[in-house]
């Protein structure tokens, strides 16, 4: 079992910087894939394994971009908001020295993985030595750590940071040991400040001497001199002073401005994955999907080009699908360009897919001769100069790539953006990948409707193809009648299923060429209400949960005279009043045992004859522009 090495405390710096400087990370993730819970790290008793803080730093750097996280770490762990104002005002005026001493005193209590002991070598200068337990193996970011420590220390004394030498470690050349010797300087004021207190106590013993041996007025002349002396001395050492805390004060407000930059650019981060986050779950096609990823790419990020390419369904090429900042010939070019995925491809953007990990180019020509030639001109095609390329990947399947560039800010690509988009990247994949599965079984859902749809259509070749027109006609008119999206899928489910119950009909009844008797009238006309308790037994959820009722009510008539259930007017469902359309100009223009189809003309007839009688006006004026946009009739 894991030893327990490093106390909570430690962590707590580390969660206590993320909160100030990255407010977008996830510390429930963070310490879960660390294997630590909240309580533990709450609890100033709990301590930690190597194993477990190697983790935990593992995915900080992940996730936060920082290679430098653990100095920053040390050096936030006494600064002011860690340890409190007041503390850092007391070890303020115990002097460095005193104060590195009781750093390497303290340690013991935050880490049992290595001892320090501290030995003074001159005024300005401290040897701090830390020893590893024996059986205990540190990590380098854990010397980093303490280096940042020792800034930290240091800063505390008019914000300076030391001279820190380090002349063994035990992470390079075989070194047994951490060994620092970290000095500083005597700050000018200081210094005059010594002289002034000098000079004073000088004039002081020789006025007492003298006061036996000269008379009083001389005496007084000295001592005012002195005085005078002194008086100057102070004055400018406080001068001095006043240039260092100036100085002081320039480099807190540069570095105020450095941290309020970062926390504007943490915050608007954090817009941009909230809002990443909701367009993704408002989103279950792919399309969709790419569209809103990308446009929050553009308005969030600080990027000035940025494009999303996806591998095709059967894994051979890499297709452009979306992106931002191109000039209309540049995404003509994108649009006519696809990748073969090769195993010898040695373009980048097939090479960050094969091997699942992002690429940062900051210069493309120190790259060139690595490029295939197709590679190399397509770059200087999008005249890129650095980019940025991360893999979209779900489960160790690459799904595609997102790219970004800048050519106009000039900003420096930095390896925090690349953390920030493959944050994103993950959250796309997964969208993509359930995206993927909807479309999958929305298709499967599919070629079953076409499949029962048929199965009735085959029981006679006369009737062949009824629903699969039906379905199209009554499309058209939601569509013409603006209908939303869903809308229309549902009345398309509904139109395929409307003819269902047919298949208990006799084939004697249905085949049958001549008129129908009551009787069998009677029979075909139990077809509608069978086809809503058939379809009553499938499990249709939202919208769709209309699709039996529409169905089954597609031969109800606007003046109450249809069947099976005589409702009138908008009882009858929208989507049946459609149906009652679409199914009537299907049966009328199309050949039947009993007649032959009726010309375009005499069944448009029938359909103006028909409203506010049999059919729905404004669903008889919506076909009637469907037909004319499908250039069927002739616009008026």
Known sequence: MDRPLYNSRIINTFIALLRK?????????????????????????????????DRFYEQL????????????????????????????????????????????????????SSTCTARRLRSETVELTFTPVEGVRERPYQCENRIGHIDAVSLVFKHRLPKIEHPECMFRDNGQVCRYIVSWQRSPSAFWNKVRNAFAVGIALVGLIACQEVSTYYLGVFLAAGLLGVLLISLYASHLQVREFNSAIVNLRDSNDKLIEQINTNYNNALFI?????????????????????????????????????????????????????????????????FRVRSDSRGIFIISLRERKPFLI????????????????????????????????????????????????????????????????????????????????LEQFRSILHTLAASIDARDPLTAGHSERVTEYAVGISEEMGMPKDFCEMIRVAALLHDYGKIGVCDSILKKNGKLEPEERQEIEKHA????????????????????????????????????????????????????VADVFEAITSKRHYRDPMPMGQALEILNHERGIHFDSDVVDAFLKYLQRKEMVPRP
Not at 23 to 49: C, K, T
Not at 392 to 419: F, H, P
């Open 362 to 441: 900051n210069n493309i020509d120190e790259i060139k001769d690595e490029l295939s030639p197709r590679s190399l001109e397509f770059a200087r095609q999008m005249k890129t100069k650095s980019f940025i390329c991360c893999p979209i990947i779900y489960e160790d399947d690459a799904l595609g790539i997102i790219a970004v560039d800048n050519l106009q800010t000039k900003r420096l690509l930095l390896q925090s953006d690349i953390s920030l988009i493959m944050g994103v990247a993950q959250e796309i994949a997964i969208s993509l990948h359930n995206a993927a599965l909807i479309q999958s079984k």
């Open 61 to 112: 750097v992940n996730v936060t971009g920082n290679t430098n996280i653990a100095r920053e770490a040390g050096r936030f762990a006494a600064s002011a908001e860690s340890i409190g104002a007041m503390k850092q005002y007391v070890l303020s005026h115990v002097g460095p020295a005193t104060a590195y001493e009781m750093l390497g005193k303290a340690s013991i209590n935050f880490t049992r």
């Open 529 to 580: 209400e069978k086809t809503r308790i058939i379809l009553e037994q499938i499990r249709f959820e939202g919208l769709y949960r209309q699709v039996p009722e529409i169905a089954g009510c597609h031969h109800e008539k606007y003046d109450g005279s249809g069947y099976p259930k005589g409702l009138r007017g908008m009882e009858i469902p929208l989507g049946a009043r459609i149906l009652a």
């Open 274 to 338: 909230n809002e990443i986050g909701q367009a993704l779950s408002k989103q279950m096609e792919i399309d969709g999907i790419l569209s809103n990823v990308i446009r929050k790419f553009e308005q969030r990020l600080d990027f000035d080009r940025g494009m999303i390419w996806l591998v095709s369904t059967d894994r051979t090429r890499l297709n452009f699908c979306t992106g931002f900042g191109y000039s209309e010939d540049l995404i003509e070019i994108l649009n006519n360009t696809s």
């Open 21 to 53: 400087r990255y407010p977008y990370i996830n510390i429930s993730d963070l310490l879960n894939y660390a294997g630590m819970e909240r309580y533990q790290v709450e609890d100033e008793g709990h301590w930690f394994s190597q194993s477990q803080v």
